[in-house]
C-alpha cells in the first residue's frame, strides 16, 4: 500500500508540520509505503522526518511578497504543480491544508484525494475582518478575492473523496462551512521522557526554583493571542508575584511580543522537537489563549508533561481538558484566566493532582496507533 500526503511548504516545525510527519511514520511503522510531497521542507522538520519516508520537493519559491497572509494566499496557486509527482502506483493522496488545490487534478489520475482539513482556511471564514486589516493597502482589493477564493475552497472541499480533522470541533465547522461529514484522526503523543534540565533551564533563564513558571509552546503568530497569555501573567502577578512567564517557540510576532512583555516575561526562542519536553517540565503551568484552535497540539503535550492547563473555552481544548480533573476552562479575557492560575500558584498539591490526572488522561486516549487506525478506517470505508 503507498499513500502520499501532499503539504506546500514544511516550515518552522509546529502543530501542522508534526502531525503530518508523525502520522506518515505511525503508517509507516506498519509496513505502509509514505511519500512526502511538498515544495519547500525546513530544516527544523528533519529531525522528525520518518526514517523511510520518500521526501520530494520543488525547491520553488514560494514568498513573492513581505506580508505573510499574502504569501499564504498564493500557496494555494502554487500547490497543483506537486501532482507531478503523483504517480498511479499510489492508492491515495492526502492533501493536507492548501494541498487541497491539488486535489482535481489527482482524481483526474483516477486516484482517490482525501482532504485534511486542520480547519476551514481562517482568512476565508473565521479571521477575514483581522486578516484583511492586517493587509494595509491590499484591504481595498481583498474583498473581492476572498469571495472567489471562498467559492473555490467550496467546490475544492465538495470533490474530495473523503475529510479528515484533528477534533471534533474540527468536524463541526467542516459540517457547518461545507455541508459535509469529516472523521476525526487521533492526535498521538510521543512517549514519555523524564526531564533533568529544569535547574539549567531556569537559570539560563533567569528563573529561580521558587518561581511560578507560566508557559505556552506556540508558533508566534497572531492567532495564539500570545498578548493575552502576556495579560494574564501580568494581571496574576498583581495578586502572587512569584508567577512569571515564559514563551517557547519563534515566528512573526516575536518582535512584537517583546516589545510589550515586560520583566516578568521569557523568551526560549525556538526549541527543538527533542527537547521540547525539558521545557514543558521546567514550568509549573500551562496557558493556552489561541482563538479558536481546532485541537491545539501544545494542550495535550503539556498534559502529558504531567502539567495542569488554563485555557481559553473555545475550540480543540474543550474536549482535551476535563475541568478541575486536568485544568481549567476560563473566557478569553485576563482576568478570568488569572483566577485559576493564581489558584494554581499558591496550591502545590492541586497543581500535581491536575497535573497527574491530565497525565492519565491524554496518555491513555491520544496515540500514534489510534491516529493510523483511524486514518486506515477512513481510506477504507471510501474505497
Given amino acids: 500500500m503507498h499513500f502520499a500526503f501532499l503539504f506546500p511548504r514544511f516550515k518552522l516545525l509546529s502543530g501542522a508540520e508534526r502531525l503530518i510527519l508523525k502520522l506518515a511514520g505511525s503508517l509507516i511503522d506498519r509496513g505502509i509505503r509514505i511519500s512526502i510531497l511538498c515544495h519547500q521542507f525546513d530544516d527544523s522538520c528533519l529531525p522528525i522526518l520518518p526514517k523511510n519516508a520518500e521526501l520530494r520537493q520543488t525547491g520553488k ?19 497543483s504543480s506537486l501532482t507531478e509527482f503523483v504517480s498511479s502506483e499510489m492508492n491515495a493522496v492526502c492533501c493536507f491544508g492548501p494541498g487541497l488545490t491539488a486535489a482535481p487534478l489527482i ?27 492586517r493587509l494595509g493597502v491590499f484591504r481595498i482589493l481583498s474583498g473581492p478575492i476572498f469571495d472567489e477564493y471562498r467559492k473555490r475552497d467550496q467546490t475544492l472541499v465538495g470533490g474530495v473523496d473523503a475529510i479528515l480533522s484533528n477534533s471534533e470541533f474540527g468536524r463541526k465547522q467542516i459540517q457547518d462551512f461545507y455541508h459535509r461529514d469529516a472523521v476525526v484522526i487521533t492526535h498521538g503523543l510521543d512517549g514519555f521522557q523524564v526531564g533533568t534540565r529544569k535547574a539549567e533551564i531556569r537559570a539560563m533563564l533567569g528563573l529561580k526554583d521558587s518561581d511560578i513558571v507560566v508557559t505556552s509552546v506556540n508558533y508566534l503568530h497572531p492567532r495564539k493571542r500570545l498578548d493575552l497569555f502576556i495579560q494574564t501573567v501580568q494581571r496574576a502577578r498583581q495578586s502572587y508575584d512569584a ?41 509549573d503551568i500551562y496557558l493556552h489563549t489561541s482563538r479558536l484552535e481546532t485541537f491545539g497540539l501544545s494542550v495535550i503535550e503539556a498534559s502529558g508533561n504531567k502539567l495542569p492547563v488554563v485555557s481559553v473555552n473555545e475550540g480543540g481544548p474543550m474536549e482535551t481538558i476535563l475541568e478541575h480533573q486536568t485544568g481549567y476552562l476560563r473566557t478569553a479575557t485576563a482576568e478570568s484566566l488569572a483566577e485559576p492560575l493564581i489558584q494554581l500558584a499558591q496550591n502545590k498539591e492541586l497543581r500535581e493532582r491536575l497535573g497527574a490526572g491530565g497525565f492519565e488522561y491524554v496518555r491513555s486516549k491520544y496515540t500514534w496507533t489510534q491516529a493510523a487506525d483511524d486514518f486506515l478506517r477512513s481510506y477504507n470505508r471510501n474505497n
Fill in 243 to 283: 508567577i512569571y512567564g515564559l514563551i517557547v517557540g519563534g515566528g512573526p510576532e516575536e518582535q512584537h511580543l517583546r516589545r510589550i512583555a515586560g520583566e516578568a516575561i521569557r523568551f526560549a526562542g525556538f526549541v527543538p522537537e527533542s527537547a521540547l519536553y525539558e521545557y514543558y517540565q521546567s514550568a
Fill in 107 to 133: 482524481r483526474a489520475k483516477n486516484i482517490p484525494a482525501l482532504y485534511f482539513c486542520y480547519e476551514p482556511p481562517r482568512f476565508l471564514y473565521v479571521d477575514r475582518e483581522m486578516i484583511q486589516n
Fill in 61 to 79: 519559491k514560494l514568498d513573492f511578497f513581505s506580508n505573510r497572509y499574502a504569501n499564504a494566499a498564493l500557496d494555494y496557486f502554487r500547490t
